[in-house]
């Protein structure tokens, strides 16, 4: 999407400047990639905002699991159908949740593609469109200061991104959209060692579905005061690089300054107290406050023995009922190996994923699936007595709504050479995850009723041939796959999962 997005700026040869209008997971970080690697042009960005919350009835990530629900016989199938119509309040706008969607507006924001207070909207009401009007207006103003897209988004206003992300909480899925913006950008792309550094002095200061501890709705943060508030915050804690400038023209710093004292922040905390009850302060928090409340940093990065190369946990997302009281999660399991989502859905369904059971997913990454979006295991899962009890290990990625002891991004996938890929059912895993130093680790320590540490299952899985049914999927499009083998040689999923040209190019020439 990215690259048709970047040919199209490219094919209007009397462009000035360009809009962009995105909203949901893959669009908006496809626009910013697009935005970014235009360089030499004034962007900006207008976010799609939000849907709104139904007054009775479900969210849109729980009526997501209707039919795992439906299928063990939960709820009925006249209470699933009333459920999925009552789930969005209003037409247009990303989801309810802080998810891909969310996190990529507030993404954008961080970056300062956006004109201040643009994420999170609510999608179609006046104040949207007034958003929509202040950034054409904030366009035109680019143009006359001959101000380029490549002056906003710098090495400082992706560092800011990273940083925003992890105050909010973030999805997953950015941790491969930021660095695939930088390098659309020419830019450095962050790292594992960034990302592991960020959010270890990053703390979350939002309560957002899905984190909690309350679940507010995204557009309830907004009126809280979105990115701008927690802005405030992190620039009081000095870990801002506040001299970045925005689409408006003028320098973070001079946007936070108007911000603190505006009557649009005064105006929107008590539209939020009017209309829901709700203290702004009790959403978006002071570092201090999140402390007092039990906030911890959001994403973990647990190494092992099946994955050398790291994987990624939303620890914030695992249940608190199966965290230990020294806030650590701890589990062991026999090993449920499934190839295809399909396979492990039904499962799930049909009573064959049992409870203290680790399911396995694998040829789900880069080069088996297109790293393809794994959420109706955890969707699944989530709803069901014994769900909470399940752990879930894949090379594939998770919806930024996903919930659970889910460990993603692991690698080197299953079709690298990954040793997840020589897993076999029943091998017993042990799953670590520290959610207040966040650091984890996931092994392989034990098979036919044999128990052992993880330097023993390293040399055994060394020692074993690949499962024999490791394959890409037989629809994955020739494009994808060519794609998969490109990014694979330029840095995989912690490159951001993009093809480098000149490392590709020397590759060649050597």
């Not at 990273?162 to 491969?176: C, D, E, P, Q, R």
């Not at 396995?360 to 709803?383: D, F, N």
Request: proline content about 6%; glycine content about 10%.
């Amino acid at each position: 999407a990215a690259i048709v997005l970047r040919r199209l700026i490219r094919s209007l040869p009397t462009r000035n400047g360009v809009i962009g209008i995105a909203t949901c997971d893959k669009g908006l970080p496809a626009m910013m990639m697009a935005l970014a690697g235009t360089r030499d042009l004034p962007c900006a960005l207008v976010p799609g905002g939000v849907t709104l919350m139904p007054e009775h009835g479900e969210d849109a990530a729980k009526v997501q699991t209707i039919g795992a629900r439906f299928a063990h016989h939960k709820i009925s199938l006249e209470e699933a159908a009333l459920a999925g119509c009552r789930a969005c309040a209003s037409p247009g706008g990303g989801c309810q949740f802080l998810g891909t969607a969310a996190t990529s507006q507030v993404v954008a924001e961080a970056l300062g593609l956006t004109v201040p207070h643009a994420a999170l909207a609510p999608s179609g009401e006046a104040v949207w469109l007034d958003m929509a009007r202040r950034t054409a207006r904030a366009m035109l103003r680019l143009e006359e200061l001959q101000m380029r897209v490549s002056d906003i988004i710098t090495q400082a206003a992706i560092e800011n991104a990273m940083v925003l992300h992890a105050a909010f909480g973030g999805s997953t899925n950015l941790l491969l959209h930021i660095p695939a913006i930088a390098h659309a950008a020419g830019l450095r792309r962050p790292d594992v060692a960034d990302w592991n550094r960020v959010n270890r002095s990053i703390p979350r200061l939002v309560d957002a579905l899905p984190n909690g501890p309350r679940n507010h709705p995204t557009v309830e943060v907004f009126l809280a005061g979105g990115v701008p508030e927690v802005m405030l915050h992190l620039r009081r804690a000095g870990v801002l690089h506040t001299q970045a400038l925005t689409a408006t023209g003028e320098r973070l710093d001079t946007m936070l300054d108007w911000w603190e004292q505006s009557e649009r922040r005064v105006r929107f905390r008590e539209r939020l107290l009017e209309l829901d009850g709700v203290n702004a302060n009790d959403v978006i928090f002071s570092p201090d406050g999140a402390k007092a409340r039990g906030l911890t940093s959001t994403v973990c990065f647990p190494h092992g023995n099946l994955a050398p190369e790291g994987s990624v946990v939303k620890s914030t997302s695992i249940d608190p009922s199966v965290i230990d009281g020294d806030g650590v999660y701890r589990m062991r399991g026999p090993a449920r190996v499934f190839v295809t989502e399909h396979d492990a859905i039904a499962a799930i369904k049909n009573g064959n994923v049992q409870e203290g059971d680790v399911l396995v997913l694998i040829c789900r990454g880069p080069m088996g699936a297109g790293m393809e979006e794994t959420y109706q295991i955890t969707s699944a899962l989530k709803h069901l007595p014994f769900g909470k009890h399940v752990a879930v290990i894949t090379d594939a990625r998770f919806s930024g709504v996903s919930t659970g002891a889910c460990i993603g991004h692991v690698s080197p996938e299953a079709l690298a050479g990954g040793p997840i890929g020589k897993l076999r059912d029943g091998d017993l895993i042990e799953i670590v995850v520290d959610r207040e130093k966040l650091e984890g680790r996931v092994n392989f320590i034990g098979e036919e009723g044999e128990t052992f540490d993880p330097e023993e299952g390293r040399v055994r899985l060394l020692a074993r041939a690949p499962r024999t049914d490791l394959r890409p999927d037989p629809a994955l499009p020739e494009d994808t796959r060519l794609w998969a083998a490109l990014q694979n040689a330029s840095g995989g999923i912690w490159g951001g999962c993009v093809y480098d040209a000149d490392a590709l190019v020397a590759k060649l020439r050597t």
